[in-house]
């Protein structure tokens, strides 16, 4: 009996480690095209090349995990896709960029306003120390929030609330990022941020001409502002 034990316990581990594997490895082809796909439109726009660290981090978070059910196989793709509430997951060439216009260093503490799937904060937060992000529909809020802790990011921290304000308490930051539209770049967020600091932000009216915007804050705490491209965001709400 125990003999027969001995051969089977590894037997069952070999098995359950090989499905494991397997199940990881479905979608590496689609991740490995869906970095190509970001480098061939960098070069198109003329951009510089985004930081091997960003698309390396794209290439780790297995963006099929962040989608609805039934719509794994498109979450690859280079658009958005819907995640309930009107919402939508960021296509991935706008999650490179503005990950890499955030230049986050291992050492960052990072804020997220707009949770919505969690997959930008789990891009984040394989680059910085720790990432804040908030979400203001309470569901999508408690769905990142299962998802990521299913994922194990442990390095992200949610919440629900409205992100106009920021999020004081672990305030400051060393980039924040904002993933959905404001007509304007909001004050608090400009104070929340540190001297040296960067805020990549989307603003523009809603459903018409938005730019991205990358915003700094120099170390005597003067602050400019670049635009950096036409963009189609959801609107930034609350407030
Ligand atoms: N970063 C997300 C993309 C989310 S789309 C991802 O990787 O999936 C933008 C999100 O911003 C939506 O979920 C929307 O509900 C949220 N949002 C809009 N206004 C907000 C506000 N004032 N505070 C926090 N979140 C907001």
Same mark, same amino acid.
């Not at 594997?21 to 990881?24: E, F, N, P, Q, T």
């Given at each position: 009996?125990?003999?027969w034990?001995?051969?089977?316990i590894p037997?069952?581990?070999l !098995?359950?480690?090989?499905c494991g594997?397997?199940?990881?490895d479905?979608?590496?082809?689609?991740?490995?095209k869906?970095?190509n796909?970001i480098?061939?439109l960098t070069a #198109?726009t003329g951009?510089?090349?985004?930081?091997p660290?960003?698309l390396?981090?794209?290439? $780790?978070?297995?963006r099929? $995990?962040?989608?609805? &059910? +039934?719509?794994e196989?498109d979450?690859y793709?280079n658009r958005?896709? &819907?995640?309930g509430?009107g919402?939508t997951i960021? $296509? &991935?060439?706008? *999650?490179?960029?503005m990950?890499? @216009?955030?230049r986050?260093k291992?050492?960052d503490? *990072?804020l997220?306003? +707009?949770?919505?799937?969690?997959?930008?904060?789990?891009i984040?937060?394989?680059l910085a120390r720790?990432?804040?992000?908030?979400?203001i529909? #309470? /569901?999508?809020?408690k !769905?990142?929030? #299962?998802r990521?802790?299913?994922l194990?990011y442990?390095?992200v =921290?949610?919440t !629900?609330g409205?992100?106009?304000?920021g999020?004081?308490?672990?305030a400051p930051?060393?980039?924040?990022?904002v993933?959905a539209?404001?007509?304007?770049v /909001?004050?608090?967020?400009v104070?929340? @941020?540190?001297?040296? +600091?960067?805020? *990549?932000? /989307?603003?523009?009216a /809603?459903?018409?001409?938005?730019?991205?915007l990358l915003?700094?804050?120099a =170390?005597?705490?003067?602050?400019?502002?670049r $635009?950096?491209l &036409?963009?189609s965001?959801?609107?930034?709400v609350?407030?």
């Open positions: 009996m125990l003999r034990l001995r051969t089977l037997a069952i581990a !098995v359950w480690m090989s594997i397997h199940a990881a479905d979608f590496a082809p689609l991740r490995a869906m970095i796909d480098a061939d #198109e951009r510089p090349a985004i930081d660290r960003v390396d981090a794209m290439d $780790q978070v297995p099929h $995990q962040f989608v609805r &059910p +039934g719509e196989r979450a793709e958005p896709l &819907p995640i509430y919402q960021s $296509q &991935p060439y706008i *999650v490179a960029l990950t890499d @216009l955030m986050i291992p050492t503490v *990072v997220e306003v +707009g949770t919505g799937s969690g997959y930008q904060a789990a984040l937060s394989t720790v990432v804040y992000t908030i979400e529909i #309470e /569901p999508l809020g !769905v990142a929030q #299962e990521l802790q299913r194990a442990k390095r =921290n949610t !629900v409205d992100g106009y304000y999020w004081e308490a672990h930051y060393d980039a924040i990022i993933t539209a404001a007509s304007h /909001p004050p608090p967020l104070r929340q @941020l540190k001297p040296g +600091g960067r805020i *990549v932000i /989307p603003v523009g /809603p459903f018409l001409t938005q730019y991205l915003i700094t804050k =170390n005597d705490g003067t602050v400019s502002t $635009q950096i &036409p963009v965001f959801v609107p930034l609350g407030h």
